[in-house]
Nanobody, 118 residues
């Protein structure tokens, strides 16, 4: 199973980016999917996650600015990031609980850099 992220880059404060993460490989289904981020010198933190049924959870720091969604048919999770701030600068990682067996196995993507700077 592989998780491949795309959509990172450099954006000015107040701008927007959309991250995508597609899962590929052999598996039965994907349970929860989420986005984490890690800034230099800081621990990795949860940004947002979403269940297979569409229930979402957000870090307080991104509520009202970021939106997580998923397309179960495409095994893809998205993170729409609006009103970006310099403190959002980090490497963003996709995470998923993938049902290849019981219990599901947890996978990470390779990460995509998001830089918010003028």
């Amino acid at each position: 199973v592989q998780l491949v992220e795309s959509g990172g880059g450099l954006v000015q404060p107040g701008g927007s980016l959309r991250l995508s993460c597609a899962a590929s490989g052999t598996f039965f289904s994907i349970a929860a999917m989420g986005w984490y981020r890690q800034a230099p010198g800081k621990q990795r933190e949860l940004v947002a996650d979403i269940t297979s049924g569409g229930s979402t959870n957000y870090a307080d720091s991104v509520k009202g600015r970021f939106t997580i969604s998923r397309d179960n048919a495409k095994n893809t999770v998205y993170l729409q990031m609006n009103s970006l701030k310099p403190e959002d600068t980090a490497v963003y990682y996709c995470n998923a609980d993938v049902v290849v067996a019981v219990p599901p196995l947890n996978y990470w993507g390779q990460g995509t850099q998001v830089t918010v700077s003028s």
